[in-house]
Nanobody
Framework: QVQLVESGGGLVQAGDSLRLSCAAS????????MGWFRQAPGKEREFVAA????????YYADSVKGRFTISRDNAKNTVYLQMNSLKPEDTAVYYC???????????????WGQGTQVTVSS
């Protein structure tokens, strides 16, 4: 089993930056595909970014491309989401996900964290 704990969320103003962290425990995630998702109030959970096991391949939703960067430190068993130029529409609970099979289509990841709230004020 893999446990994922997100951190780094908070209340910021539009244009600010935040870095989310997702710390894994229980097993090494060095060979896992990892993803970040978010869910705003009243909306479906949506894909934000994903990264393969080595970090050589990354994918982003169009809405965050150029502003968010996903990265990983396998030695620390941790994945990050650097969020720059934040907008009010980025307000959501952000979830980290992991899967031993690699990056998954949609939200078909085996393991999920509890989420961290990000609120961007205008």
């Amino acid at each position: 089993q893999v446990q994922l704990v997100e951190s780094g969320g908070g209340l910021v103003q539009a244009g600010d930056s935040l870095r989310l962290s997702c710390a894994a425990s229980g097993r090494t995630i060095s060979t896992y595909g990892m993803g970040w998702f978010r869910q705003a109030p009243g909306k479906e959970r949506e894909f934000v970014a994903a990264i393969n096991w080595s970090g050589s391949s990354t994918y982003y939703a169009d809405s965050v491309k150029g502003r968010f960067t996903i990265s990983r430190d396998n030695a620390k068993n941790t994945v990050y989401l650097q969020m720059n130029s934040l907008k009010p529409e980025d307000t959501a609970v952000y979830y980290c996900a992991a899967d031993p099979r690699g990056i998954r289509l949609g939200s078909r990841y085996d393991y999920w964290g509890q989420g961290t709230q990000v609120t961007v004020s205008s």
